[in-house]
């Protein structure tokens, strides 16, 4: 029975397959050919947005913020609970011994021959080593904490020490003059981090070296040009912002009204809203 069922079957079985498969390479040839086409029409027709590359560039803190009320009583408790059940220190036992040494001399039945350790060496008791070191704490002169006036410099990086800091640039937009965060229009060639990095390095007397925190984007905003900005074909800008933080604090102040380092609670102070309520997603405040 298995004879005759192949022969009949068998062909027509090989006919099916042969249709199927020669309609789907031709389906498959046609899809390739629209793709090609739809790619074609993509690349020649120019886009209304143009990209720019944007850097967030953080000056981290450099000291500490001051102790709040309830962080000072805190700590006083925990350096009372740490003198209670902490052991005595090496000089602590030195003042001791000090102390006992000094009281046998007084005695009068007082024998040096019980000094032996301490005979032809040069005896260096506790309260000198407390001497020198007064002596030294007094010459000791701590870097301040603050600049005094120059906080209100904004082009000066070392303002507001204990905060986080983000640069700001002053751009021509049209007939107004705003500030944003440094940007540039992006290249042919080049990635959007690239981008990010040639607009750090292209700002005007500025020596900036800063460390980059991947190459993914952390923000996006976009943004119209003011119509008698528009050209023939262009609506606006999409922005892409990457983060970077300074890795250098040695140089020169940045000009003055053209670049601003400002905390993040400042910001409000200089961008426009729109703006300002994407940037705050990704600054943070450390």
């Given amino acids: 029975m298995a004879a005759p069922f192949t022969r009949v079957y068998q062909p027509l079985w090989r006919k099916l397959t042969t249709t199927v498969l020669?309609?789907?390479?031709?389906?498959?040839?046609?899809?390739?050919?629209?793709?090609a086409e739809l790619n074609v029409k993509t690349a020649g027709a120019a886009s209304p947005w143009v990209l720019h590359g944007a850097v967030c560039l953080q000056r981290l803190p450099v000291v500490s913020q001051d102790r709040s009320p309830i962080e000072e009583d805190f700590m006083e408790l925990m350096r009372q609970i740490e003198f209670e059940k902490s052991l005595l220190a090496d000089h602590e036992v030195k003042v001791l011994e000090d102390s006992a040494r000094m009281s046998r001399k007084q005695d009068e039945d007082y024998d040096s021959d019980e000094e032996d350790d301490y005979?032809?060496?040069?005896?260096?008791?506790?309260?000198?080593?407390?001497?020198?070191?007064?002596?030294?704490?007094k010459r000791f002169q701590p870097a301040p904490r603050s600049q005094g006036d120059g906080e209100k410099d904004l082009s000066s990086s070392e303002r507001c020490l204990a905060d986080s800091l983000?640069?700001?640039?002053?751009?021509?937009?049209?007939?107004?003059?705003?500030?944003?965060?440094?940007?540039?229009?992006?290249?042919?060639?080049?990635?959007?981090?690239?981008?990010?990095?040639?607009?750090?390095?292209?700002?005007?007397?500025?020596?900036?070296?800063?460390?980059?925190?991947?190459?993914?984007?952390?923000?996006?905003?976009?943004?119209?040009?003011?119509?008698?900005?528009?050209?023939?074909?262009?609506?606006?800008?999409?922005?892409?912002?990457?983060?970077?933080?300074?890795?250098?604090?040695?140089?020169?102040?940045?000009?003055?009204?053209?670049?601003?380092?400002?905390?993040?609670?400042?910001?409000?102070?200089?961008?426009?809203?729109?703006?300002?309520?994407?940037?705050?997603?990704?600054?943070?405040?450390?």
């Fill in 22 to 35: 020669s309609t789907g390479v031709r389906n498959v040839s046609s899809t390739r050919q629209q793709w």
């Fill in 119 to 137: 005979k032809n060496k040069k005896i260096v008791t506790a309260q000198d080593l407390e001497d020198v070191w007064e002596q030294n704490l």
């Fill in 166 to 286: 983000v640069l700001l640039v002053k751009k021509d937009v049209g007939s107004q003059k705003i500030w944003l965060l440094p940007q540039i229009e992006w290249q042919t060639g080049e990635t959007l981090r690239q981008t990010a990095e040639r607009a750090l390095a292209s700002l005007p007397g500025a020596d900036l070296k800063a460390t980059f925190l991947g190459n993914a984007p952390c923000g996006f905003y976009k943004y119209k040009y003011p119509k008698d900005v528009q050209k023939e074909g262009l609506v606006g800008a999409k922005v892409f912002f990457f983060k970077a933080v300074m890795s250098s604090q040695k140089h020169l102040p940045l000009e003055k009204n053209t670049f601003a380092w400002v905390k993040k609670d400042e910001l409000q102070e200089f961008l426009k809203p729109e703006y300002l309520k994407q940037v705050r997603r990704f600054i943070m405040a450390l």
